[in-house]
């Protein structure tokens, strides 16, 4: 399965290296992330409150 994170704080990253752990996780996406994040999942440049970017990114992901 391909996962999205929104977010770059500590939450965001116990949730990413958590998921990174799963076997049924095949993709992993963090937008924005931050340097901690971006060793576990790719990290997408793009703000947070661009609804239309997240959508985008989606729904091409």
């Known amino acids: 399965m391909?996962?999205?994170v929104i977010g770059g704080g500590g939450r965001e990253h116990a949730l990413v290296w958590k998921l990174a752990q799963?076997?049924?996780v095949d993709?992993?996406?963090?937008?924005?992330?931050?340097g901690?994040?971006?060793?576990?999942?790719?990290c997408i440049e793009?703000?947070?409150g661009d609804?239309?970017?997240?959508?985008?990114?989606?729904k091409q992901e």
């Open 36 to 42: 901690g994040i971006s060793e576990l999942a790719d």
């Open 46 to 48: 793009m703000n947070t």
């Open 2 to 4: 391909k996962v999205l």
């Open 27 to 34: 993709s992993l996406f963090c937008i924005p992330g931050n």
């Open 51 to 58: 609804t239309e970017g997240l959508i985008g990114f989606s």
């Open 22 to 24: 799963s076997k049924k």
